[in-house]
C-alpha cells in the first residue's frame, strides 16, 4: 500500500474515522466530567548532609554516600512513617474508618497497616536531581485533607528520621551501660589487686628502694675489695713473720721492742765487759748473765706476740671479707628480690592502665551515645509546608480531550484500515493492476466532463497503454 491508496482509503471510510473520533472525544469528556475532582497538596523538606553531626563534630560518610537521598525517599514512603501519620492525625479512631476497615478486612489485621496502605497509595515523593531537597505530593478528592496529609508525611518523616537514629543509640547506650560496669568492676578488682600486693610486700616506693639497694651493693661491694687488698697483705705479713719475724715492719715501727733491743744490746755489751775483766764464772757475770738472756726472752716475747697480732689481723681480716661476701650475696638476692617485686607490681599496674583505658573509653562511648538517645534535632528540616490546593489536579480536561483526540483519530485511521481488509475494494487504476496483475491499456472515464471532485486530484491519471 502505497501514500496515495492510503489516503484514497480514508478518504472512502471518511465517516467510520470522524464517527471513531467524535465517539472517543465524547466519551473522553464525559469520564472526565464524571470523575471526582483530585487535589494534590505538596510539601517540600531538605536534608542536610554537609554539616557536621553536632555530637560527633564531623560530616558523618553514611550522609554523602550516593544511596543516601535514595533511603531518604525509601524511608518516607515506609510502613512505619504512614502509621505514623495514622497515629498522629487519629485516623483510625473514625467511626466511619474503622467501619470500612471492618468491611474491607473483616476484622482481621491491623487498622494502623491497612489505613497506612491506604494512605500510601496516593502519596508520591520525588526527590530533586540536583540538590538535597524532596517533594511529598499528596493527591485526594479533598483539598484540606491533601494539604494536612501533605504535612503529616513530612513531619512524620523528620520524626521517624530522629527515631531512627535515637533507637540504636538508646540500645548502645544500654549495652555500653553494662559494658561500662563490667569494666569498672574489673578496674576496681586491679587496683585492689596491685594494692594488696603493695601491702603485702611493704612497697611504698620500689623503684627509690631498688636505687638505695643498689647503692648498697655497691658499697659493700667496694668494702670487699678493700677487704681482700687488707687481706692479702697481712697475709703476706704472716708468712713474714713466720720466718724472719724481726723484719716484719710492726716489729720494726715498734718503740717498745726497739727501746728494749737497744737496752739490750747495751746489757750485752757491758755483759762482755765483765765476761773480759772478771770471767764468766764471776758471780756478777753470772747475774748480768741472768739478766740478759732476761732481756732477750721479752725482746724475743714482744716480738712473737707482734707477729701474732699480724696473725690475729690476717684472721680479722679473714672473716670481714667472708662476712662481707655473704652480705653481698644476701644483698644480691635482695635487689633481685626487689626487681621480680618491681616486675610483678610493673604487671599489676599494666593491668590496671589497661583496665582504665579501656573503662574510659567505654565511658566516653557511653555518654556519646547518652547524648545521641537524648538528641531531638536531625538534619532534615522542612523547607515548604503544603498550602490547600484551590484548583483540582485532575481530571485535566483540555489535555484529556487533546488525547482523547490524538486516540479517537489513531482508532478512527485502524478503524477504516480494518474494515478496508475486511472489504476490499477497487479504488484506483494501481488497485486493478495490482489485483489482476495485467498491464493497463487505457483508462475510460464515465464523468468525462463533469465537474471534478475536491479530491479529484487523488486520481491516477494515465496514458492509455499499447498491448
Known sequence: MNFQQFLLILHARLRIVLYTLGATVATTLVVSLLLPKQYTAGTAVVV?????????????????????????????????VAQRVVKMLKLDQNPKVQEDWREDTEGQGSIEAWL???????????????????????????????????????????????????????????WFDARSKQLRDGLEA?????????????????????????????ELSTQLAMAQGQKADTQSRQTQARGDAESLPEVMQNSLIQSLKSDLARQENK???VAGQLGQNHPQYKRLKDETDSMRAKVEAEIKRVATSVGTANRVNTMKESELKGAIEAQKNRVLELKKQRDELSVLQREVESAQRAYELVSQRLTQTNLESQISQTNVVMLNPADEPLQPSSPKIL????????????????????????DRRVRSAADLVEALDLPLLGILDARAGAPKSRFGWLKQKRKPAMA
Open 48 to 80: 542536610d548532609v554537609k554539616s557536621p553531626d553536632p555530637i560527633m563534630g564531623m560530616v558523618l560518610p553514611a550522609m554523602v554516600a550516593p544511596g543516601y537521598m535514595a533511603t531518604q525517599v525509601d524511608i518516607i514512603q515506609s510502613d512505619k
Open 271 to 273: 755483759l762482755n765487759e
Open 116 to 174: 497506612g496502605a491506604l494512605l500510601k497509595k496516593k502519596l508520591d515523593v520525588k526527590p530533586s536531581r540536583e540538590s538535597n531537597v524532596i517533594t511529598i505530593n499528596y493527591t485526594a478528592t479533598d483539598g484540606k485533607f491533601a494539604q494536612v496529609i501533605a504535612n503529616a508525611f513530612a513531619q512524620a518523616y523528620i520524626e521517624t528520621n530522629i527515631e531512627l537514629r535515637v533507637e540504636p543509640a538508646k540500645q548502645y547506650a544500654t
Open 399 to 422: 489535555l484529556n480531550l487533546a488525547l482523547s483526540i490524538f486516540l479517537g483519530g489513531m482508532l478512527g485511521v485502524g478503524a477504516a484500515l480494518l474494515m478496508e481488509m475486511m
Open 190 to 218: 586491679a587496683q585492689a589487686k596491685l594494692s594488696a600486693y603493695q601491702r603485702e610486700k611493704g612497697i611504698v616506693a620500689l623503684d627509690e628502694r631498688l636505687d638505695i639497694e643498689t647503692s648498697r651493693l655497691a
